[in-house]
């Protein structure tokens, strides 16, 4: 079994980030944020500030279990781990 990296010390460019594919989601399918709010109940401002992938520190289950819902889609679309650029590597 490989050995299993600790992150107590690191920092974001390290050990990657999880990036929110939201508008990548309803672009593709040409849904609006304001239908989207208007399909799960979610304010507009919360789904904006999805879209945009700002300020989202932490995710809420329930928001992405009723955008999978209604997009009919799963969590692994919107929502992507990018690992972290290595000094010599191309992104």
Known sequence: MEE??????YHTREYGQVQVCLARALDSRGVTRNRLS??????????????KGSRV?????????????????????LLEYRRPEREGETP
Do not use: N
């Not at 799960?40 to 904006?48: A, E, F, Q, S």
């Not at 932490?58 to 009919?72: E, G, N, P, S, W």
């Open 4 to 9: 299993l990296k600790s992150i107590i010390r």
């Open 38 to 51: 208007v399909l799960t109940g979610v304010k507009y401002d919360v789904i904006d500030r999805y879209y």
């Open 57 to 77: 520190e932490m995710v809420d289950l329930d928001f992405l279990a009723k955008v999978c819902y209604v997009l009919d889609c799963q969590v692994g679309e």
